[in-house]
């Protein structure tokens, strides 16, 4: 987690095996835990001003069987084409079960996807608050990164 971008032989140096081993580790660990390989940017600093955390009340829990699979996709395909948008998971608290979190350029950006949003998935969602994080100027009190899980043990 913390330098993911070594090559298999640099890790298998650092960690005294041979670089084989490190090729079908990495493999099993890709196939069945890693999501992926990324960056983490500053934000701000590339063009975003806000990050959005937006709690949702969705009619999932309402429906049943086909009907609720059905509503699952189509959030899924209608997420899935928010490239702003970095995560939707679903989870209970504070009478919401959902959660979005986006970045946007600007607070105008924000309210033209939330418009959008409305627009298409108001058959869903019944209601949602957004919390707003300022990227551009805002406080960083400790920035988003996910070395501090390598860290906790």
Known sequence: MKNSHRSDRQLAKA???????????RSMLEKNYINGYTIIP????????LASFTFLKSKLRERNGNG????VDKL?????????VVLVQDG?????????????KNFSDYANFMR????DLSDLIIESETFHADLHNGESIKPFHLKYLSESG
């Open 76 to 84: 899924k395909s209608w997420y899935e084409n928010q490239s702003n």
């Open 42 to 49: 500053k934000f701000g600093k590339i063009g975003y001003e």
């Open 116 to 119: 959008k949003q409305e627009e």
């Open 68 to 71: 609720k699979n059905g509503n």
């Open 92 to 104: 209970r608290g504070m009478g919401w079960d959902l959660l979005s979190i986006s970045f946007h």
């Open 15 to 25: 960690l005294g095996v041979s670089q084989p081993t490190i090729t079908r580790r």
